[in-house]
């Protein structure tokens, strides 16, 4: 069972930058893709970003597309979401979220991952 813990959320002004972090424990970590999501209070969850097990492929959600970057450092087990030029709109609690299989076609899809962390704050003022 993989357990994953974000970290790195906070309180900024808009046009900032963030960091976050989630650091996966309990299997392998260079075997599994992973998804970064978002939840606004009063809205549904939606997909930020995705990177495959090898890196390789990287997905981003149109609304973070050149202001955020997905990455990951196997050997720390972690993946990074890198957020730039933050908006108010960015607000939000976020998730990471782990996966095995195959990462196309559906990567965007919160239904195909099965390990999901407990979310970092993320509040951007205007």
């Known amino acids: 069972q993989v357990q994953l813990v974000e970290s790195g959320g906070g309180l900024v002004q808009a046009g900032a930058s963030l960091r976050l972090s989630c650091a996966a424990s309990?299997?392998?970590?260079?075997?599994?893709?992973m998804g970064w999501f978002r939840q606004a209070s009063g809205k549904e969850r939606g997909f930020v970003a995705a990177i495959s097990a090898s890196g390789h492929a990287i997905t981003y959600g149109d609304s973070v597309k050149g202001r955020f970057t997905v990455s990951r450092a196997n050997a720390k087990n972690t993946v990074y979401l890198q957020m730039s030029s933050l908006k108010p709109d960015d607000t939000a609690v976020y998730y990471c979220?782990?996966?095995?299989?195959?990462?196309?076609?559906?990567?965007?899809?919160?239904?195909?991952?099965?390990?999901w962390g407990q979310g970092t704050q993320v509040a951007v003022s205007s």
């Open positions: 979220a782990a996966r095995t299989g195959a990462y196309y076609p559906n990567p965007r899809d919160a239904n195909v991952y099965s390990n």
């Open positions: 309990g299997s392998t970590f260079s075997s599994l893709h």
